[in-house]
């Protein structure tokens, strides 16, 4: 198939733009994006849309996401990760498994996050980590999110081994800074590894390396309709298709009623199943044509 998820387990020290770079000359100008970007210092599962998986990118970041990391204690960084500048110290008490046990239960569950100034998020279209690096702060405001499954355990007297499933927007770095302040201290994020996004999962990543040395024919591409397995499906038939693609959405009156803001796909007749369209239901009620997509890119070569 020349559209699909391509699934990349991302090295430290290289950023999410690199990855795409150093596969650049196997991409060709095939559209490219990626689902949510890790920070430069971070490995781990970086999917990335190529063709016409691009249209339903959005779709796809509303996944959890699922990561390993280690909280050192005792320092802050003004990047809240290893790769800033110390910005203050503070003891670290003896950390006994229930203090711990205590401290992760009070995290799980909807919390409010306040995003880090080193971050993409932008004000008055300013990102704000440039307004960081010329020593700048502004006000931010909280934002909740969601920690499905927390673990945190003593990896060494200053030192935190972490696990975590979340929500999408949830800021790793700042989870590790405000644990280390419920423990008593201050401390930075030193390693991170994401191993999750939605149902994929890093093993099933591969290395840039082994994508550069390999035809792109031969990438284990992962299919627009797996990747949307859990939306609903609808087949529809080749001259209603036509007709989408023409404007004429009659046809979506023939679709059993939706709930309000539910998406789904729409899929070619026969074996193939191919996602042509992705549609919601409006505000007002009845589905509506958001994307069309061809079909024709997705099919396994």
Request: net charge positive; glycine share 10%.
């Given at each position: ?39 430069p210092?971070?490995s ?43 910005t ?66 003593r ?40 191993t ?56 979506l ?35 509506r ?13």
């Amino acid at each position: 198939m020349t559209s699909g998820l391509l699934l990349v387990d991302k090295g430290d020290g290289v950023t999410s733009a690199g990855v795409i770079r150093a596969l650049k000359s196997q991409i060709g100008k095939t559209k490219v994006g990626h689902l949510g970007t890790l920070d430069p210092f971070a490995s781990g599962l970086l999917p990335l849309c190529l063709g016409e998986a691009t249209k339903v990118a959005r779709y796809l970041l509303l996944k959890d996401k699922a990561y390993t990391g280690t909280i050192q204690l005792g320092t802050e960084t003004d990047t809240l990760d290893r790769t800033g500048q110390p910005t203050g110290a503070a003891p670290v008490p003896a950390l006994d498994d229930r203090t711990i046990a205590d401290v992760a239960a009070r995290f799980r569950g909807t919390i409010a996050q306040v995003p880090p100034m080193y971050s993409a998020l932008k004000r008055d279209g300013v990102p704000l980590y440039e307004l960081a690096r010329r020593g700048e702060s502004v006000e931010r405001a909280p934002r909740e999110v969601e920690i499905r499954e927390l673990v945190i355990e003593r990896a060494a007297p200053d030192r935190l081994g972490l696990a975590v499933r979340c929500s999408k927007g949830t800021y790793i770095r700042v989870l590790a800074a405000d644990i280390a302040r419920a423990l008593g201290t201050v401390g930075h994020l030193a390693e991170l590894r994401r191993t999750a996004v939605g149902p994929f999962t890093v093993e099933q990543a591969w290395p840039v390396e082994r994508l550069r040395s390999t035809p792109r024919a031969e990438w284990p591409l992962v299919s627009v309709r797996r990747a949307l397995a859990g939306v609903q499906a609808f087949a529809v038939a080749p001259d209603a298709l036509e007709h989408l693609r023409c404007g004429r959405q009659a046809a979506l009156r023939q679709l059993p009623l939706g709930q309000p803001g539910e998406t789904a796909v729409l899929v070619s007749e026969g074996a193939s199943g191919d996602v042509e369209a992705v549609i919601e239901v409006a505000a007002a009620g009845g589905w509506r044509l958001v994307r069309m997509l061809n079909g024709a890119t997705l099919q396994d070569p």
